[in-house]
Protein backbone atom coordinates (compact mmCIF):
# COMPACT_ATOMS: atom_id res chain seq x y z
CA UNK A 1 0.00 0.00 0.00
CA UNK A 2 1.32 3.69 -1.03
CA UNK A 3 0.35 6.45 1.26
CA UNK A 4 0.22 9.64 0.30
CA UNK A 5 -0.84 12.24 2.71
CA UNK A 6 -2.08 15.58 1.35
CA UNK A 7 -1.84 17.29 4.92
CA UNK A 8 2.00 17.40 3.87
CA UNK A 9 2.47 17.16 0.85
CA UNK A 10 1.09 19.04 -2.91
CA UNK A 11 -1.55 18.30 -4.80
CA UNK A 12 -0.13 18.40 -8.16
CA UNK A 13 2.91 15.69 -6.67
CA UNK A 14 0.31 13.39 -6.02
CA UNK A 15 -1.53 13.63 -8.96
CA UNK A 16 2.32 13.66 -10.99
CA UNK A 17 3.02 10.54 -8.98
CA UNK A 18 -0.13 8.69 -10.24
CA UNK A 19 -0.41 9.58 -13.64
CA UNK A 20 3.60 8.56 -13.99
CA UNK A 21 2.43 4.96 -13.11
CA UNK A 22 1.50 2.49 -16.46
CA UNK A 23 0.27 -0.86 -17.03
CA UNK A 24 3.50 -2.85 -15.48
CA UNK A 25 3.72 -0.68 -12.56
CA UNK A 26 3.70 -3.07 -8.77
CA UNK A 27 2.41 -0.06 -7.09
CA UNK A 28 -1.25 -0.82 -7.33
CA UNK A 29 -2.13 -0.18 -4.20
CA UNK A 30 -2.85 4.00 -3.18
CA UNK A 31 -4.24 5.65 -0.27
CA UNK A 32 -5.17 9.73 -0.09
CA UNK A 33 -5.33 10.83 3.16
CA UNK A 34 -6.82 14.30 4.26
CA UNK A 35 -8.18 15.26 1.12
CA UNK A 36 -9.71 18.31 3.02
CA UNK A 37 -12.14 18.89 -0.26
CA UNK A 38 -9.45 19.43 -2.46
CA UNK A 39 -10.48 19.53 -6.13
CA UNK A 40 -9.08 17.31 -9.38
CA UNK A 41 -7.36 14.77 -6.87
CA UNK A 42 -6.85 11.64 -9.04
CA UNK A 43 -7.28 12.73 -12.14
CA UNK A 44 -5.85 11.76 -15.60
CA UNK A 45 -4.99 8.21 -14.36
CA UNK A 46 -3.92 5.72 -17.35
CA UNK A 47 -3.31 2.90 -15.40
CA UNK A 48 -4.68 -0.61 -13.60
CA UNK A 49 -4.18 1.08 -10.04
CA UNK A 50 -6.50 1.17 -7.53
CA UNK A 51 -6.96 4.98 -5.19
CA UNK A 52 -8.93 4.95 -2.11
CA UNK A 53 -9.52 8.14 -0.59
CA UNK A 54 -9.85 8.50 2.62
CA UNK A 55 -12.64 11.84 3.28
CA UNK A 56 -14.83 14.23 0.91
CA UNK A 57 -13.51 15.82 -2.03
CA UNK A 58 -13.96 18.89 -4.08
CA UNK A 59 -13.97 19.11 -7.76
CA UNK A 60 -13.66 16.95 -11.02
CA UNK A 61 -12.39 13.47 -8.39
CA UNK A 62 -11.49 11.27 -10.85
CA UNK A 63 -11.76 13.74 -14.44
CA UNK A 64 -10.88 11.83 -17.51
CA UNK A 65 -10.12 8.33 -15.59
CA UNK A 66 -9.13 5.52 -17.58
CA UNK A 67 -8.22 1.75 -16.26
CA UNK A 68 -8.27 2.64 -12.36
CA UNK A 69 -10.58 1.92 -10.20
CA UNK A 70 -10.85 5.55 -7.44
CA UNK A 71 -12.95 4.84 -4.44
CA UNK A 72 -13.87 8.00 -2.27
CA UNK A 73 -14.87 7.07 1.48
CA UNK A 74 -16.80 10.31 1.76
CA UNK A 75 -19.13 13.14 -0.45
CA UNK A 76 -17.93 14.56 -3.58
CA UNK A 77 -18.27 17.98 -4.99
CA UNK A 78 -19.34 18.53 -8.58
CA UNK A 79 -17.67 16.99 -12.04
CA UNK A 80 -16.80 13.57 -10.29
CA UNK A 81 -15.82 11.62 -12.97
CA UNK A 82 -16.21 14.15 -15.66
CA UNK A 83 -15.41 13.11 -18.88
CA UNK A 84 -14.34 9.26 -17.93
CA UNK A 85 -13.20 6.83 -20.43
CA UNK A 86 -13.14 3.78 -18.80
CA UNK A 87 -12.37 2.45 -15.01
CA UNK A 88 -14.39 2.41 -12.06
CA UNK A 89 -15.56 5.35 -9.71
CA UNK A 90 -17.12 4.78 -6.19
CA UNK A 91 -18.18 7.37 -3.95
CA UNK A 92 -19.55 6.31 -0.56
CA UNK A 93 -21.17 9.34 0.34
CA UNK A 94 -23.27 11.89 -2.10
CA UNK A 95 -22.16 13.66 -5.36
CA UNK A 96 -22.98 17.64 -6.40
CA UNK A 97 -23.86 18.65 -9.54
CA UNK A 98 -22.84 17.07 -13.39
CA UNK A 99 -21.62 13.89 -12.03
CA UNK A 100 -20.12 11.89 -14.75
CA UNK A 101 -20.16 14.82 -17.00
CA UNK A 102 -19.50 13.57 -20.82
CA UNK A 103 -18.31 10.02 -20.00
CA UNK A 104 -17.00 8.12 -22.48
CA UNK A 105 -17.01 4.60 -20.53
CA UNK A 106 -16.73 3.01 -17.61
CA UNK A 107 -18.96 2.83 -14.53
CA UNK A 108 -19.73 5.45 -12.03
CA UNK A 109 -21.16 4.38 -8.54
CA UNK A 110 -22.67 7.18 -5.95
CA UNK A 111 -23.63 5.09 -3.39
CA UNK A 112 -25.53 8.28 -1.31
CA UNK A 113 -27.43 11.22 -3.69
CA UNK A 114 -26.62 13.22 -6.86
CA UNK A 115 -27.38 16.40 -7.27
CA UNK A 116 -29.00 18.08 -10.59
CA UNK A 117 -27.53 17.62 -14.25
CA UNK A 118 -26.30 14.03 -13.17
CA UNK A 119 -25.36 12.11 -16.44
CA UNK A 120 -25.39 14.99 -18.29
CA UNK A 121 -24.19 14.94 -21.66
CA UNK A 122 -23.07 11.25 -20.85
CA UNK A 123 -21.50 9.46 -24.11
CA UNK A 124 -21.32 6.02 -23.14
CA UNK A 125 -20.55 5.98 -19.38
CA UNK A 126 -22.60 3.97 -16.81
CA UNK A 127 -23.47 5.62 -14.07
CA UNK A 128 -25.22 3.95 -10.94
CA UNK A 129 -26.85 6.10 -8.38
CA UNK A 130 -28.01 4.50 -5.05
CA UNK A 131 -30.33 7.50 -3.73
CA UNK A 132 -31.76 10.19 -5.49
CA UNK A 133 -31.20 12.59 -8.53
CA UNK A 134 -31.73 16.25 -9.23
CA UNK A 135 -33.52 18.13 -12.05
CA UNK A 136 -32.17 17.76 -15.24
CA UNK A 137 -30.32 14.53 -14.78
CA UNK A 138 -29.43 12.83 -18.38
CA UNK A 139 -29.79 16.20 -20.40
CA UNK A 140 -28.66 16.07 -23.89
CA UNK A 141 -27.45 11.97 -22.89
CA UNK A 142 -26.24 10.24 -26.11
CA UNK A 143 -25.29 6.92 -25.03
CA UNK A 144 -24.95 4.66 -21.67
CA UNK A 145 -27.07 3.50 -18.80
CA UNK A 146 -28.10 6.02 -16.14
CA UNK A 147 -29.53 4.20 -13.15
CA UNK A 148 -31.32 5.30 -10.30
CA UNK A 149 -32.16 3.54 -7.16
CA UNK A 150 -34.47 6.06 -5.67
CA UNK A 151 -36.38 8.93 -7.34
CA UNK A 152 -35.84 11.74 -10.12
CA UNK A 153 -36.22 15.39 -10.11
CA UNK A 154 -37.86 17.71 -12.96
CA UNK A 155 -37.11 16.99 -16.68
CA UNK A 156 -35.41 13.98 -16.17
CA UNK A 157 -33.92 13.03 -19.93
CA UNK A 158 -34.29 16.57 -21.28
CA UNK A 159 -33.63 16.64 -25.04
CA UNK A 160 -32.14 12.86 -24.85
CA UNK A 161 -30.39 10.94 -27.65
CA UNK A 162 -30.25 7.29 -27.47
CA UNK A 163 -28.98 6.88 -23.66
CA UNK A 164 -31.28 4.31 -21.12
CA UNK A 165 -32.40 5.74 -17.96
CA UNK A 166 -33.64 3.28 -15.57
CA UNK A 167 -35.84 4.88 -12.41
CA UNK A 168 -37.00 2.52 -9.38
CA UNK A 169 -39.20 5.60 -7.53
CA UNK A 170 -40.85 8.09 -8.90
CA UNK A 171 -40.13 10.76 -12.03
CA UNK A 172 -41.08 14.43 -10.88
CA UNK A 173 -41.85 15.14 -15.00
CA UNK A 174 -39.50 14.32 -17.50
CA UNK A 175 -37.77 16.45 -20.27
CA UNK A 176 -38.61 17.30 -23.81
CA UNK A 177 -38.43 14.53 -25.99
CA UNK A 178 -38.22 12.02 -22.80
CA UNK A 179 -40.81 9.20 -22.98
CA UNK A 180 -41.45 6.27 -20.60
CA UNK A 181 -40.60 2.64 -22.66
CA UNK A 182 -41.10 -0.84 -22.62
CA UNK A 183 -38.74 -2.59 -20.40
CA UNK A 184 -37.64 -6.11 -22.78
CA UNK A 185 -35.37 -9.24 -22.03
CA UNK A 186 -32.25 -7.30 -22.92
CA UNK A 187 -32.87 -4.17 -20.55
CA UNK A 188 -33.38 -6.57 -17.58
CA UNK A 189 -30.15 -7.86 -18.73
CA UNK A 190 -28.50 -4.98 -18.49
CA UNK A 191 -30.07 -3.49 -15.62
CA UNK A 192 -29.55 -6.87 -13.62
CA UNK A 193 -25.64 -6.09 -14.36
CA UNK A 194 -25.27 -2.81 -13.39
CA UNK A 195 -26.82 -3.46 -9.66
CA UNK A 196 -24.87 -6.68 -9.08
CA UNK A 197 -21.47 -4.76 -10.31
CA UNK A 198 -22.23 -1.73 -8.14
CA UNK A 199 -23.23 -4.23 -5.16
CA UNK A 200 -26.94 -2.71 -5.41
CA UNK A 201 -29.39 -5.23 -3.78
CA UNK A 202 -32.30 -3.83 -5.99
CA UNK A 203 -34.13 -5.87 -8.30
CA UNK A 204 -33.79 -4.98 -12.13
CA UNK A 205 -38.15 -5.80 -11.99
CA UNK A 206 -38.79 -2.92 -9.32
CA UNK A 207 -37.50 -0.39 -12.13
CA UNK A 208 -39.27 1.87 -14.89
CA UNK A 209 -36.74 2.13 -18.74
CA UNK A 210 -37.31 6.29 -20.17
CA UNK A 211 -35.44 6.72 -23.31
CA UNK A 212 -35.40 9.30 -26.33
CA UNK A 213 -38.88 9.79 -28.45
CA UNK A 214 -36.92 10.76 -31.44
CA UNK A 215 -38.60 13.36 -32.35
CA UNK A 216 -36.48 16.34 -31.42
CA UNK A 217 -33.05 15.28 -33.40
CA UNK A 218 -34.62 14.62 -36.57
CA UNK A 219 -35.84 17.34 -39.22
CA UNK A 220 -39.36 17.86 -39.98
CA UNK A 221 -40.25 20.05 -42.81
CA UNK A 222 -43.34 21.15 -40.35
CA UNK A 223 -41.15 23.03 -38.00
CA UNK A 224 -39.26 25.04 -40.78
CA UNK A 225 -40.29 28.39 -41.54
Not at 133 to 159: E, K, P, R, T, Y
Not at 179 to 192: C, Q, V
Request: hydrophobic share 40%; charged share 20%.
Amino acid sequence: MQVFDLGSNPLRELNATLQAQNSNTNQINWEVQNPRGRHAIAVGLDAPIEVRVKGSTGYYLGGMNQKAQITVDGSVGPGVAENMMSGTVIVEGDASQYAGATGHGGLLVIKGNASSRCGISMKGIDIVVFGDVGHMSAFMAQSGNLVVCGDAGDALGDSLYEASLFVRGSVKSLGADCMEKEMREEHLDILSNLLKVSGSKAKAEEFRRYGSARKLYNFNIDNAY
